[in-house]
């Protein structure tokens, strides 16, 4: 395992050490970890979206050029 130096306020490090029964190793890690998952999985998701942006753009100008002088036809029908 990797270590890693943390920097801190000496009034931070007093009230770590007011409470001795708190793993901070552990519980540092713990947030670490998560917050490092957290990003992965945002990263994993937005690389998704972008592969899945020109399909978006296709089918949304897709539906533009069907709707596109709909209303007038329908207008023409005496539907609208």
Same mark, same amino acid.
């Given at each position: 395992?990797?270590?890693?130096?943390?920097?801190?306020?000496?009034?931070?490090?007093?009230?770590?050490?007011?409470?001795?029964?708190?793993?901070?190793?552990?519980?540092? #890690? %713990?947030?670490?970890?998560?917050?490092?998952?957290? /990003?992965?999985? $945002?990263?994993? =998701?937005?690389?998704?979206?972008?592969?899945?942006?020109?399909?978006?753009?296709?089918?949304?100008?897709?539906? #533009? %050029?069907?709707?596109?002088?709909?209303?007038?036809? /329908?207008?023409? $029908?005496?539907? =609208?």
């Amino acid at each position: 395992m990797v270590s890693v130096t943390l920097s801190l306020p000496p009034e931070i490090k007093q009230k770590m050490d007011h409470f001795q029964e708190m793993n901070w190793s552990g519980f540092i #890690r %713990k947030c670490v970890t998560e917050k490092t998952n957290e /990003l992965a999985w $945002k990263e994993e =998701i937005l690389e998704k979206l972008k592969k899945e942006e020109e399909l978006t753009v296709f089918a949304v100008d897709l539906q #533009r %050029k069907a709707r596109k002088g709909r209303a007038q036809q /329908l207008k023409k $029908k005496g539907l =609208i």
